[in-house]
C-alpha cells in the first residue's frame, strides 16, 4: 500500500521560513514523481512545486518561484520543500501526493495519486 506523510508545517510570521516533508513508503520511490500542492480555504488545490525522477526536473508555481526549493532524498524516500520568505498567501493545507510516472504536471492535482493527510502553514503577524 502506498503511503505519504506529510509533517513540518506550522505557524510563522511573514519572512520566517519552514521545510516541509514528505516521506512515502509502499512504491518504488526513486521512479516517481513527487509533487507539493496546497489548499487554501474556499480555493481550488493547487500544485505549488513537483519535482521528477531527476533532480533537475522541477516545476515551480509561479507564486513561490524564488522563495521555495523542492528536492529529494531517494535514500530517504522522502521529497522535502523549503520554504522562505513566507507572505500570509501562502497559508493553507499543504499536501504531497506521487505522480503517475517519472515526470507528472503539476498544474493538474487530478493527475497525482496517493495524498498525504495534508500539513498546515499559516503564515501571519
Known amino acids: 500500500q502506498v503511503q505519504l506523510v506529510e509533517s513540518g508545517g506550522g505557524s510563522v510570521q511573514p519572512g520566517k521560513s519552514l521545510r516541509l516533508s514528505c516521506e512515502a513508503s509502499?512504491?518504488?520511490?526513486?521512479?516517481?514523481?513527487v509533487g507539493w500542492f496546497r489548499q487554501a480555504p474556499g480555493k481550488e488545490r493547487e500544485g505549488v512545486s513537483c519535482?521528477?525522477?531527476?533532480?533537475?526536473?522541477?516545476y515551480y508555481a509561479d507564486s513561490v518561484k524564488g522563495r521555495f526549493t523542492i528536492s529529494r532524498d531517494n535514500s530517504k524516500s522522502t521529497v522535502y520543500l523549503q520554504m522562505n520568505s513566507l507572505k500570509p498567501e501562502d497559508t493553507a493545507v499543504y499536501y504531497c501526493?506521487?505522480?503517475?510516472?517519472?515526470?507528472?504536471?503539476?498544474?493538474?492535482?487530478?493527475?497525482?495519486?496517493?495524498w498525504g493527510q495534508g500539513t498546515q502553514v499559516t503564515v501571519s503577524s
Open positions: 509502499g512504491l518504488a520511490f526513486p521512479y516517481y514523481a
Open positions: 501526493a506521487r505522480g503517475a510516472a517519472s515526470a507528472s504536471p503539476c498544474p493538474v492535482p487530478s493527475l497525482w495519486y496517493s
Open positions: 519535482i521528477g525522477s531527476s533532480e533537475g526536473d522541477t
